[in-house]
């Protein structure tokens, strides 16, 4: 066997008598060569990431998508890892969004990434994510949202959508929320109960503005249970119906979840640094926030483009 590296050939002697054992043998040389002897297969990156990371906060969803995953990457050695393996994969997950297999490449890349760092392989191979499609933020304004507020009749479905839009949080979420989480004193909302753990559906602790401030208060006065939103003494399961009706009356078409991204887009307008979004919203990752609601901000990258005047 005979290759060039760092302008200096090498050669080495595979020990066979005939082609196809020689071809065999120097597969498997090159392998250990490139790959240091550690971890072969992908599933052993993946396995020992795995165990390693155990304690990181979105191992849940981690394993969730590599077991989703690992039929296809289990079994491929390292080696074998390249551009043509990952668009393969994509193939295959041709039911399912782009976003959802992106999540699932994520966890080979960063599991190979991680063994590269510890010496388990001399060189991690590339893998190809799949293109995002363009993302489109179903959103309201302001003036549109006062007028929702109008249309309500509830009380309870009022006050979840004030709440949605001053805390930015998931709908079940703000159901769970009970009123031993809100503080007055301090003027926070923790959204996440102390028995939950967190998941990749992060749950923050939030800072509440004087308008909300003014509807929980007048909400606590005539509370009648334990939970915020709260119907007949009871708790609410979903405001779709209620929700529904108002948007109706009101004229506007808009979900519950569009309320989140309305608060996200109000913030980007306003000029916060995605960083605070992507804390206000429960994004672990900043990047999410930037992909999806950088383009409200009319600050963002200004300084960049302020840096290219001439």
């Not at 993946?46 to 165990?51: A, Q």
């Not at 991204?261 to 930037?290: K, Y």
Request: hydrophobic letters at 45%; zero cysteines; aromatic letters at 8%.
């Amino acid at each position: 066997m005979v290759w060039f590296e760092d302008g200096r050939r090498h050669r080495h002697s595979l020990g066979t008598l005939d082609r196809a054992s020689a071809e065999a043998a120097a597969r498997s040389f090159w392998q250990r060569r490139t790959l240091g002897g550690r971890v072969h297969t992908v599933g052993e990156a993946v396995d020992l990431y795995i165990k390693a990371k155990s304690d990181m906060a979105s191992i849940r969803n981690v394993k969730s998508s590599w077991k989703v995953a690992s039929d296809y990457w289990r079994a491929m050695p390292i080696a074998r890892v390249d551009v043509e393996t990952s668009v393969e994969y994509r193939k295959r997950r041709s039911g399912v969004r782009a976003i959802t297999v992106r999540n699932e490449l994520a966890i080979i890349r960063s599991a190979l990434n991680w063994a590269e760092k510890h010496k388990m392989v001399v060189k991690a191979p590339f893998i190809q994510m799949p293109p995002l499609p363009a993302s489109t933020v179903g959103h309201i304004t302001k003036p549109q949202f006062r007028q929702l507020l109008d249309a309500a009749v509830s009380p309870h479905i009022k006050l979840f959508m004030m709440l949605a839009v001053g805390t930015g949080a998931r709908s079940n979420a703000l159901l769970d929320l009970t009123w031993d989480r809100v503080d007055f004193g301090t003027g926070l909302i923790v959204l996440n109960p102390i028995e939950r753990v967190q998941t990749s559906k992060y749950r923050a602790t939030v800072p509440m503005n004087a308008q909300l401030r003014e509807a929980l208060v007048d909400a606590k006065t005539g509370a009648l249970s334990e939970f915020v939103v709260e119907h007949g003494r009871e708790q609410i399961a979903s405001v779709k119906k209620g929700f529904g009706s108002t948007a109706k009356r009101a004229g506007i078409k808009v979900s519950p979840h569009m309320l989140r991204h309305s608060a996200a887009v109000w913030m980007a307008e306003a000029g916060i640094p995605m960083p605070q979004i992507a804390r206000f919203l429960g994004h672990t990752d900043s990047r999410i926030t930037e992909r999806v609601y950088a383009k409200f901000s009319p600050d963002f990258l200004k300084g960049a483009a302020e840096a290219l005047t001439w």
